[in-house]
């Protein structure tokens, strides 16, 4: 079990208006040491979070380890996975290297820039304004999980 303890500073007062914490412990400035002159009072909230269980996090993160050790403890051929590891850590610095390339010629990067914005623009119009887009979105996200763990 795992257990936080947070001494927050407190929300901000405004006259005329209620805060969203109405009862907090008020804590005298004058206990503090120095400071025996002032009899203002200073407020404090103090958070209490406790963690029991396991998180849906690590659960997930066990099973795709289990998966991999099954991929591992099945395979006859261990080379050619060792074969295709070195093949994929390959692929990954060649493409750094391409887009570092591409980053050094002088008009490239400021167009796949724009275009990048403009496709974002557009991601956030179609998926995220209206709510029956937001749910079509998490369908959507829902359903690609479950097709790469296998579900």
């Known amino acids: 079990m795992a257990s936080i303890v ?5 929300p901000l007062l405004l006259h005329g208006r209620k805060t969203l914490f109405t009862t907090l412990q008020k804590v005298p400035v004058s206990s503090i ?9 200073q407020t404090r909230v103090t958070v ?3 963690a029991t269980g396991e998180g849906s996090e690590s659960s997930t993160s066990l099973s795709i380890v289990k998966s991999v050790q099954n991929v591992w403890d099945k395979s006859e051929d261990r080379f050619a996975l ?23 010629l002088p008009l490239i990067p400021g167009v796949l820039e724009f275009i990048g914005i403009l496709f974002s623009s557009w991601f956030i119009y179609r998926y995220f304004l209206f709510k029956p ?3 079509e979105l998490f369908k959507i996200v829902d359903k690609s999980i479950s097709d790469v763990l296998g579900q």
Do not use: M
């Not at 947070?6 to 407190?10: E, I, K, R």
């Not at 692929?91 to 390339?101: G, R």
């Open 6 to 10: 947070a001494n927050l500073p407190p």
């Open 33 to 41: 040491r120095g400071f025996s002159h002032i009899a203002e009072r």
């Open 48 to 50: 209490i979070a406790n």
């Open 82 to 104: 060792f074969g295709l590891g070195f093949a994929a850590i390959v692929a990954f610095w060649a493409s750094v290297n391409v887009i570092t390339a591409i980053d050094k």
């Open 133 to 135: 887009n937001r749910e």
